[in-house]
């Protein structure tokens, strides 16, 4: 890693860069289905050899820094070589072949892109995961996934070896540290002297790339299959409209590297387009750092969760107007009218809505310049076909609610998910006719604006979070003062919904301290599983609404959260 200030002049590049509209000029149209594609070879070492000819500026393709006052700069020459180092990492010493799986829970720390790219050039499968699991979380994705390998830090390597002992696939532990683990691999040691000669796999479009967990209504969450579709989709002409990335742009993703949000945004689409992505580590959010961070560095595009804007808006009195900004984009959970407009008062700067899954990727938006509807997220981008559709799959007329379907016949779209792996009565029930039904509610105006309107089953979408009740349940049912409860959502003005847990107590607690009882609670669900998923309102009740053949009526609860009773 080359942690320097050096040789580094930021005002003219970002001010004369070359704009390419993509890597390999556009080979392909928004219909096409090449029979090979490899994000690696196809993209990555395009702009490195492009930077070799000269015909891209001297900006780096990844720009990292961090509280402390550490940067690290990496070209795209750099990235080809040092990526190329993890893919022989991975097959000659760590023994995991085209196929493997390798679980990969990491923060922002600059191996994370090494390690994906160097993935996707061994054709080993990536199963990003965000960095607030516990062991629980852990052990459910190693088990359920068969992984060959796993790759973390210090802070959840204990947590790993715990559970070690039940995962019997798990082959290789690989560690991103700065200190050796015993039973660890030591990944920092081993790029160093790694080859930096390697011949990438030629991927099918249609091979697996990628695993994105992903929550349900009931029971663990679903294993979302993507093939290297996902990264060839960020190249088609249609997405490209989306961001219109330049290389003289810095593109700022703020999304965590456990998301496909992260996968979209850190990677396949700054990077097709040749750009920089910038990166703060963030430990921790704080819409003050985000604030000083925007004023501090040439970033010109920035994407983020709508909770992050908002945030910053509620949290920040003093002035939004950023040197560089031009464009700002927003996906993960739906955004207020009043937010948008706030944001290009206070910034002057607009903010466009994206839509997807961990399913689908980016599926519509408001492309850079079109009109903006507030409260809308724009349109399909093909070559998805969104339509809006019934229960038995036939397209509803305009303006009329109902689910959010992609077309998927007689074509599946390049891009959308494969399948849930392992789980063909999951994969077969998302399936609705010729469509593809998401589970999101919401209606089409006439010139094809989307305008999202709910879930149609109970999970939660938490400032960004995807979270299914049945997790959270699962987690408060192991504490001794709950006898049984019902998760729902309840609205929330930072983070529009947040987990509402209804409780009924044992009766050795029913004396308790309520209060106390609710933090104990918070905290015991906060130990065992993601904190994110913490139940941030708790009511305690005699009994729980039930149908006549015993199943808790959620929808009932959340009617009430929201007035609608
Ligand atoms: O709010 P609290 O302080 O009570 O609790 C927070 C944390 O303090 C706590 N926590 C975190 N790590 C912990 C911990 N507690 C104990 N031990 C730990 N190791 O747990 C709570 C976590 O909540 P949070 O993550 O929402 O935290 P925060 O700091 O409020 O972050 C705000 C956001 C906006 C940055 C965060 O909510 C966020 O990143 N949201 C966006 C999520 C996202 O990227 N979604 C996109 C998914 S992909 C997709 O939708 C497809 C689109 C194509």
Redesign the pocket.
């Known amino acids: 890693i080359r942690k320097s200030y050096h040789g580094f002049h930021p005002a003219p590049w970002y001010l004369c860069c070359r704009s390419l509209s993509g890597a390999g000029t556009l080979r392909w149209n928004d219909y096409d289905r090449p029979k090979e594609f490899n994000f690696a070879s196809d993209v990555l070492d395009y702009w490195t050899q492009m930077e070799q000819e000269g015909k891209r500026g001297p900006n780096p393709a990844l720009w990292w820094v961090n509280n402390q006052g550490d940067e690290v700069k990496w070209s795209f020459r750099e990235m080809t070589d040092l990526s190329r180092r993890a893919a022989n990492v991975f097959t000659q010493t760590c023994g995991l072949q085209q196929g493997d799986r390798l679980a990969l829970i990491l923060p922002r720390v600059p191996e994370w892109w090494l390690v994906v790219i160097g993935c996707i050039r061994a054709g080993i499968i990536f199963m990003p995961g965000t960095t ?1 699991m516990k062991a629980k979380d852990i052990l459910y994705r190693l088990q359920v996934s068969k992984a060959q390998g796993i790759m973390t830090t210090d802070t959840l390597a204990p947590e790993v070896d715990s559970l070690v002992s039940e995962c019997p696939a798990l082959k290789t532990k690989i560690l991103v540290s700065d200190h050796s683990r015993h039973g660890w691999l030591d990944f920092r040691s081993l790029i160093k002297s790694a080859s930096p000669d390697h011949t990438c796999i030629k991927s099918k479009t249609l091979d697996p790339m990628a695993i994105f967990f992903t929550s349900g209504t009931t029971g663990f969450p679903k294993m979302a299959k993507h093939s290297h579709g996902l990264a060839l989709r960020s190249f088609l002409p249609s997405c490209r409209k989306c961001l219109q990335l330049k290389t003289s742009d810095v593109l700022w993703s703020i ?2 590297p456990g ?3 992260a996968v ?1 945004g850190c990677l396949f689409e700054p990077w097709t387009s040749g750009s920089t992505l910038f990166i703060h580590h963030l430990p ?2 704080d819409p003050k750092v985000i604030q000083e961070t925007l004023f501090k560095y040439p970033i010109t595009q920035c994407l983020a ?1 709508p ?2 804007y908002r ?1 910053i808006l509620q949290q920040i009195p003093t002035s939004l107007r950023f040197p560089t900004l031009e464009h700002c984009i927003t ?2 959970e739906a955004l207020l009218p009043e937010e948008q407009e706030e944001w290009r008062r206070r910034t002057g700067v607009l903010l466009y809505e994206v839509y ?3 399913e689908t ?2 599926s519509c938006g408001t492309l850079r310049g079109m009109k903006i509807k507030p409260g809308s997220m724009g349109i399909s981008i093909p070559p998805f076909d969104i339509q809006i559709i019934d229960e038995k799959g036939n397209i509803l007329p305009l303006n009329t609610e109902g689910n959010i379907g992609i077309r998927i016949k007689p074509t599946k779209p390049i891009g959308l998910f494969m399948c849930y792996e392992d789980n063909p009565v999951k994969t077969a029930e998302v399936e609705c006719g010729d469509f593809y039904n998401t589970g999101d509610r919401a209606t089409m105006d006439e010139e094809g604006y989307i305008w999202f309107l709910g879930r149609n089953d109970d999970i939660i979408n938490s ?3 995807r979270i299914g009740p049945a997790e959270v349940e699962n987690a408060l049912a192991e504490h001794p003062a709950v006898a049984e409860s019902a998760v729902v959502s309840s609205p929330d003005p930072i983070r529009k919904e947040v987990v509402k847990a209804f409780i009924v107590l044992t009766p050795e607690f029913l004396s308790h301290d309520q209060d106390h009882l609710t933090q104990e609670l918070q905290q015991h669900v ?1 130990s065992v599983t993601a ?2 998923k ?1 139940p941030r309102k708790v009511e305690f009740v005699p009994e729980l609404p039930k149908t006549i053949t015993g199943k808790i009526k959620r929808s009932e609860l959340r009617k009430k959260e929201f007035g609608q009773l």
Request: hydrophobic fraction near 35%.
């Open positions: 607030q999304s965590d998301w496909i949000l979209l921790q959010f969760a909770a992050v945030m996906g993960g997807g899954q961990s990727g980016i400032s960004g979070y906060k904190p994110y913490y």
